[in-house]
């Protein structure tokens, strides 16, 4: 069975540093990756995803994941954090044909 | 992409009572779901909204609490039937859309938050 990790519930980085979210899957086969954004009283949003194409995959506002077959990961990173990054932020795997699973979720935080 | 509204955005309710959400796509999709999102945790999906049938439930809920209609291929409801404080979530819509062979992205909806007193 398909399976996301979070590995950090809670990440503060001050403004203008580097944001690393970490996420490890687990699949039976090749996986399908999200990364969800949800700002405070909002919907959620993709960020990017992979699908078995490029391993490096760039998304919105600065984003990227990288997914390492070997590690099992697909952390999320961004060079430079910036205030309107704090939000929740969603590790997915699809499981199946259709069925999304979520990580319990990491909340960034962006000091000042 | 697809753009996806809910009505109500956040309703208060007595226990005992029932809601029911609307959830509106602006184009025709295959497959819609329901999500709960209780405070401070992760989405879980309720069920899927399948259009001209039953819907299909998640372990652990169950049609007679979470009654879901699907009449066409842009819309859906979900009623939260006979309240409880326990009730108390976020209820998230969604519509997938497949962009590939065998890959799919899910839109949002920006949830309904309900609280039951």
């Known amino acids: 069975a398909q399976s996301v990790t979070q590995l950090d519930s809670h990440v503060s980085v001050s403004e203008g540093t580097p944001v690393l979210l970490r996420c490890n899957y687990s699949?039976?086969?090749?996986?399908?990756l999200f990364w969800y954004v949800q700002h405070p009283n909002k919907g959620l949003q993709l960020l990017l995803k992979y699908t078995s194409a490029a391993t490096l995959v760039k998304g919105i506002n600065g984003f990227e994941a990288e997914f390492k077959k070997s590690e099992t990961s697909f952390h999320l990173t961004k060079p430079s954090a910036h205030m309107s990054d704090a939000a929740e932020y969603f590790c997915?795997?699809?499981?199946?044909?259709?069925?999304?699973?979520f990580g319990t979720g990491t909340r960034l935080k962006v000091l000042a | 992409s697809a753009v996806i509204s809910q009505k109500p955005s956040r309703d208060i309710c007595q226990r005992g009572t029932s809601l029911t959400i609307q959830c509106q796509v602006d184009s025709q999709v295959t497959m819609m779901f329901w999500y709960r999102q209780q405070p401070g945790q992760s989405l879980t999906l309720i069920a899927t909204?399948?259009?001209?049938?039953?819907?299909?439930?998640e372990s652990g809920f169950v049609i007679d609490k979470f009654p879901i209609s699907r009449p066409n291929l842009t819309f859906s409801t979900l009623t939260v039937s006979n309240m409880s404080p326990e009730d108390s979530s976020i209820y998230l819509c969604?519509?997938?859309?497949?962009?590939?062979?065998?890959?799919?992205?899910?839109?949002f909806g920006p949830g309904t938050r309900l609280t039951v007193t």
């Open positions: 909204a399948n259009q001209g049938s039953e819907a299909t439930y």
């Open positions: 997915v795997v699809l499981g199946g044909t259709y069925k999304y699973i």
């Open positions: 699949s039976s086969y090749s996986p399908s």
């Open positions: 969604s519509a997938q859309r497949g962009t590939g062979i065998g890959v799919y992205e899910q839109y």
